[in-house]
């Protein structure tokens, strides 16, 4: 139990466009998840709470405008990169709160802007 | 006082022998103090968590080991097998109610 998924692992994009990653826990209902950007040989940064139904928590230095995240329904939260730039190229991992509340993470997203 | 602090950076280990990650919290508030394990291009997966009202806890030849008086503690992992090379995480949070804090993690490498 206590799966969490992510779509899609990887993805390559051109400077200037969006892109989307979506966020799924397959066997509970997570009110709440949370987004991570990773570097290499880095800890975890986490850049938003986002909450099911309400407008996400940003931690301090992450623009909003640029990361949005949407959690419509109890099993996923979206991450869009909107005009992404190769700066932003990075490790994305989300993670859901199970009911006792532990984080499980899921395995992660490779972006690449080029 | 948010920060976790976790040592060594980097740790080699022989198969067949002990190795122990340290970390240290300042919070008194935190409830809930997991380990995770991350291969590289993964995401973190949760290999066992202690709460402060107990001073051990084994799984398998995984330990955390508690001290809440010191505000430390570590993860022993006994029998090092190669498979065990990863980088691992501690953290701390107030379960339920906060974000986790992560230690900055530490790579370990079993050899042969």
């Known amino acids: 139990g206590a799966v969490v998924s992510q779509h899609p692992s990887r993805v390559i994009c051109k400077s200037g466009t969006s892109v989307k990653i979506e966020c799924r826990s397959l066997?509970?209902?997570?009110?709440?998840m949370f987004w991570y950007r990773q570097f290499p040989k880095q800890s975890l940064m986490l850049m938003a709470t986002?909450?099911?139904?309400?407008?996400?928590?940003?931690e301090q230095g992450v623009e909003k405008d640029k990361f949005l995240i949407n959690h419509a329904s109890l099993t996923l939260s979206t991450l869009t990169v909107t005009s992404a730039h190769p700066e932003d190229s990075s490790f994305y991992i989300c993670s859901a709160r199970g009911r006792g509340g532990e984080q499980y993470f899921g395995p992660g997203t490779r972006l690449t802007v080029t | 006082q948010q920060q976790v602090k976790q040592s060594p950076q980097s740790l080699i280990v022989q198969k067949g022998g002990i190795s122990i990650i340290n970390c240290a919290y300042e919070n008194t508030a935190f409830d809930y103090f997991p380990w995770y394990q991350q291969f590289p291009g993964k995401g973190p997966a949760l290999l066992i968590a202690?709460?402060?009202?107990?001073s051990e806890k084994k799984e398998g030849r995984f330990t955390i080991s508690f001290n809440k008086s010191a505000k430390q503690f570590s993860l022993h992992i006994m029998d090092s097998q190669p498979g065990d090379s990863a980088t691992y995480f501690c953290?701390?949070?107030?379960?339920?109610?906060?974000?986790?804090?992560f230690g900055p993690g530490t790579s370990l490498s079993v050899i042969p």
């Open positions: 066997d509970f209902q997570a009110t709440t």
């Open positions: 202690i709460r402060p009202d107990v």
């Open positions: 953290a701390a949070t107030r379960i339920s109610y906060d974000k986790v804090i």
């Open positions: 986002s909450n099911e139904g309400s407008k996400a928590t940003y």
